[in-house]
T-cell receptor
Framework: SQTIHQWPATLVQPVGSPLSLECTVE??????LYWYRQAAGRGLQLLFY??????ISSEVPQNLSASRPQDRQFILSSKKLLLSDSGFYLC???????????FGPGTRLTVL | SQQGEEDPQALSIQEGENATMNCSYK?????LQWYRQNSGRGLVHLIL?????REKHSGRLRVTLDTSKKSSSLLITASRAADTASYFC?????????????FGKGTHLIIQP
């Protein structure tokens, strides 16, 4: 069966520090991968998606970036965090673009 | 931009009652999905309804889709305390590409024991 992992589960970082969040998927090949951010009490905002290794599409301008170095690995990064980067970051995968997405447990990021 | 908008934002009912949540969207879609999120957790997929379907059932869940009104409803029958969660509708983009889903802000459902 397929599983999706995210780490770390929680993270507290100072403003201006770098960020690296990792997401890995097991049990499937060539998935579509997604990063979403959820602000407190809000819905999910799509940040990045990827249809293959090295292929990244960005949805919103921001100081975050994403990379997909391996088929089942998706990384969210920042060189310098802002206070507004605080939130709940969710990684998801799907087999086909508009179909069911399967979410990881999320990473709660607090920038102080 | 916000595609799905759930209504109501919050709903509190007694255990055993039925809970109905609504979702409206703005653009053409290929499908609409409903997800559940327990506090501080990831989202769990509940049900997907395609644009050529009008109603779909899964256990205690019933979803309807009215593409002419660009709206959907999620009905949870015989609610249980474990149904307490936030519920989100999500739509794809009508191009059908891989570019993610657009989520509403969710309905926070509380089931009172």
């Amino acid at each position: 069966s397929q599983t999706i992992h995210q780490w770390p589960a929680t993270l507290v970082q100072p403003v201006g520090s770098p960020l690296s969040l990792e997401c890995t998927v097991e049990g499937t090949s060539n998935p579509n991968l997604y990063w979403y951010r959820q602000a407190a009490g809000r819905g999910l905002q799509l940040l990045f998606y990827s249809v293959g290794i090295g292929q990244i599409s960005s949805e919103v301008p921001q100081n975050l970036s994403a990379s997909r170095p391996q088929d089942r690995q998706f990384i969210l990064s920042s060189k310098k965090l802002l206070l507004s980067d605080s939130g709940f970051y969710l990684c998801a995968w799907s087999l086909r673009g508009p179909d069911t997405q399967y979410f990881g447990p999320g990473t709660r990021l607090t920038v102080l | 931009s916000q595609q799905g908008e759930e209504d109501p934002q919050a709903l509190s009912i007694q255990e055993g009652e039925n809970a109905t949540m609504n979702c409206s969207y703005k653009t053409s879609i290929n499908n609409l999905q409903w997800y559940r999120q327990n506090s501080g957790r990831g989202l769990v997929h509940l049900i997907l309804i395609r644009s050529n379907e009008r109603e779909k059932h899964s256990g205690r869940l019933r979803v309807t889709l009215d593409t002419s009104k660009k709206s959907s409803s999620l009905l949870i029958t015989a609610s249980r305390a474990a149904d307490t969660a936030s519920y989100f509708c999500a739509t794809d983009r009508s191009g059908g590409g891989a570019d993610g889903l657009t989520f509403g802000k969710g309905t926070h459902l509380i089931i009172q024991p």
